[in-house]
Structures are given as structure tokens and as C-alpha cells.
């Protein structure tokens, strides 16, 4: 056992000034319509869920729970993600870059030792690589 822990990286540029970001990250329904269902707020401390898809055959109920660890308007949101044998943190950085936003994710924390831990960030690290980031998208183009 090493105890070292991964993290998924992952940045996209996306065309719309960091406050709609901002909007798409922070407004539960907006959050709801690109990541999950959730009860989030956009305050420090705050504990909050999202309502994923359960996976019974790793033994997750679909519950994540989460608390916001640390919040910067416009500039930073860091929250613990815990659920079906994770204890991770992801954090999302907006840079203003031109007329668009550089959007930056760390999902950190992933035990590669242990087996959940490892298929999860196989399997988040390709999501948090396209599917997130093109919901993500869609959500920003439909919001006015």
C-alpha cells in the first residue's frame, strides 16, 4: 500500500463569462440540469447531496454527500464528495481568459489501492472528461 492519492484534472474553455459559470455552478436547479439533483447551497459548511444513478454491484446507493469546504465568488468552489466508498474533494477554478472562461476540476483523493476507489476514477475520469463538460455546455448555451 503506497497511500498516495489521484486526482482527475481536468480544464475546458468554455464561451461565456464567468459569472454565467458561476450561475451554472452555484444555482441548484442550473446544477441539477448538468451534474445531478442536489440540495446545494453557496455557503461555507453547508451540507447538501446529489442523487446519482446507484450501482449495486459496488455498493453505491446513489447518495453522494457533500459539504462546501470552501467558496470564492466567482473564482473558486471546493467541495468534499463522499459516496459509495469515496472520500474525495473536487474543486472547480474559473479564470477569465478573453470572452469565455478557462474552467479548471480537481477530483482528488482516489485510494488506488482500493478497488471502488480505483473503477471509480477510471470511470469518473472519462465522465469528468466529456459527458460532464458537454452537459455542462448545453446547460450554459440554454441559460439567458
Known amino acids: 500500500m503506497s497511500g498516495e492519492r489521484a486526482s482527475i484534472e481536468v480544464d475546458e474553455f468554455l464561451p461565456h463569462p464567468p459569472a454565467k459559470v ?16 442536489n440540495d446545494f447551497k453557496p455557503v461555507v459548511g453547508h451540507r447538501f447531496t446529489f442523487a446519482a444513478k446507484p450501482i449495486p454491484a459496488v455498493g453505491f446507493d446513489g447518495t453522494i454527500e457533500c459539504r462546501v469546504l470552501d467558496i470564492e465568488e466567482l473564482r473558486l468552489l471546493r467541495i468534499s464528495w463522499r459516496g459509495g466508498g469515496l472520500d474525495t474533494t473536487v474543486t472547480w477554478r474559473l479564470v477569465a481568459e478573453g470572452r469565455g472562461t478557462r474552467l479548471f476540476v480537481e477530483h482528488a483523493g482516489f485510494d ?33
Open 22 to 37: 458561476w450561475r451554472a455552478l452555484t444555482e441548484p436547479e442550473l446544477l441539477a440540469r448538468w451534474l445531478m439533483p
Open 112 to 144: 488506488l489501492d482500493d478497488p471502488v476507489n480505483a473503477y471509480a476514477f477510471r470511470g469518473m475520469g472519462g465522465g469528468w472528461r466529456s459527458g460532464i463538460f458537454r452537459a455542462l455546455r448545453e446547460a450554459l448555451t440554454d441559460l439567458r
